[in-house]
């Protein structure tokens, strides 16, 4: 009875002990690519971390890619395209622990078509068409 008793005691400490807590630092991206032609793929950099990549969204196959990212606190990311083997910076991108972002774009219109849903969309809207102005009044 004692020995059933400790031995029912101990399998619950590690059932319980071993439960996992949910990841909370995870952030979902999901990103949409029309007219996808030579975008091979997109690098979500942190500039502030000495340039880490947070992930690598590939297009070789489908023209959209959805991964998670182990984001530890909220700040602007920077977005790089890799098309035809040449690297150009593309956007740059609010996230934080938690968020769920969409992301659609064009192709042949990268910097115009940029636009976001869901966690953010209205400040990574901003942020890609300040980058778009910016970009279209250089001299």
């Excluded at 999901?30 to 880490?52: A, C, F, G, M, R």
């Excluded at 064009?106 to 969309?121: A, C, R, V």
Aim: proline letters at 1%.
């Amino acid at each position: 009875m004692i020995k059933t008793s400790i031995i029912a005691l101990l399998l619950s400490i590690i059932v319980f002990g071993c439960k996992q807590e949910i990841n909370k630092t995870l952030s979902i991206i999901e990103v949409n690519v029309t007219n996808q032609q030579s975008l091979d793929s997109l690098i979500i950099y942190d500039k502030e971390n000495s340039w880490e990549i947070k992930t690598t969204l590939r297009f070789q196959e489908s023209n959209s890619v959805k991964d998670t990212m182990n984001i530890l606190e909220s700040k602007i990311y920077q977005i790089y395209s890799f098309s035809n083997g040449k690297q150009a910076e593309l956007a740059e991108l609010l996230i934080s622990p938690n968020s769920i972002i969409s992301l659609s774009m064009d192709e042949n219109q990268l910097f115009e078509s940029i636009t976001y849903n869901g966690t953010f969309k209205t400040s990574n809207n901003f942020l890609a068409f300040s980058k778009n102005i910016k970009i279209n009044c250089r001299i």
